[in-house]
């Protein structure tokens, strides 16, 4: 099984330098070493681009973050860089794209900005929109959160022709996932993987899947679908430590620990076993991760 773990960043507009938001109990900020401890790849994120520079030229932009991510990562691990679709925005207000959707030219741009900075332990790009019907609501004229699919494979063949690889992480907490975009003939030839969010975690009683067994038939049709590049994310945040977060729990650490822990047992009474290869959303807290795995096996009766 192959661990991606989600590395988030920020730009600090007023320093003028990105930070790194990933840190553990015991100290500030984070290693790559406590990070490779848990993962075995890094998913340098910026929140769908809310949190990347943003001065209008991609070449530029692309070639800070790269700049920065080799710093803080080094050779440690291998890792992939974000790809931002929002404008930089702390407020999350501007919901349009970065760029042209109808020929991706602000990404091209990036990818070529990000190349300039030579590091072996590149392993790709990460689409870092997170909207499951991006083509579906192009196709119906929308302005928000779409890209036309032909400028997406443009994209993903300039990422392929540079001997990477492109990978997105959508939200799809619906009974009808066969209506998102995750199985178009586009999204399998533009990604080499994909790993779909349920929010189970943090769902309300109105949003799907909410119980432990709608959670099962979720993943049970998530994996009907039968492609090789889906997979499951796992979901937690820092509520499993005592501290707040998005769970729908929030305030009894335990039930968010049990709602955590699902994820492992889920694919268990489905896959009768892990997912090939899982993504992992842990808030910017590294204990998350041991917290979640730990209460996991107190619950399998491993310890």
Request: net charge negative.
């Amino acid at each position: 099984m192959t661990k991606f773990g989600l590395w988030y960043v920020r730009w600090d507009s007023s320093s003028g330098k990105y930070i790194s938001r990933l840190k553990t109990l015991n100290k500030s900020s984070a290693t790559v070493d406590d990070f490779k401890e848990r993962f075995e790849m890094a998913v340098v994120s910026t929140l769908g681009g809310f949190d990347a520079k943003d001065s209008g030229n991609g070449y530029e932009d692309g070639r800070e973050l790269a700049t920065f991510t080799k710093s803080i990562i080094g050779t440690g691990i291998w890792y992939y860089i974000s790809m931002p679709y929002y404008p930089y925005d702390p407020h999350y207000e501007n919901k349009t794209g970065r760029g042209n959707i109808d020929t991706g030219d602000y990404w091209l741009d990036w990818i070529d900005g990000v190349l300039t900075v030579d590091d072996p332990n590149l392993k790709g790009f990460y689409w870092d929109l997170e909207y499951a019907w991006m083509f579906k609501d192009y196709q119906k004229g929308r302005s928000e959160s779409v890209i036309n699919p032909d400028a997406l494979l443009v994209i993903a063949d300039k990422i392929h022709n540079h001997g990477l690889e492109f990978i997105w992480i959508p939200s799809a907490h619906t009974y009808a996932l066969e209506n998102t975009d995750i199985w178009s003939t586009t999204a399998l030839d533009a990604f080499d993987y994909i790993f779909v969010q349920s929010n189970y975690y943090m769902n309300s009683s109105d949003r799907y899947p909410y119980s432990y067994t709608e959670f099962k038939e979720w993943l049970a049709a998530l994996k009907s679908m039968g492609s090789s590049k889906v997979h499951i994310e796992m979901e937690a945040d820092e509520c499993v430590l005592g501290m707040n977060g998005k769970c729908r729990s929030c305030g009894s650490q335990d039930a968010c620990l049990k709602l955590a822990s699902d994820y492992y047992l889920v694919q268990h009474d489905v896959l009768r076993g892990f997912d090939e290869h899982l993504a992992y959303y842990f808030g910017v807290t590294l204990d998350v991760v041991d917290e979640v795995f730990d209460y996991y096996l107190k619950r399998m009766g491993v310890v």
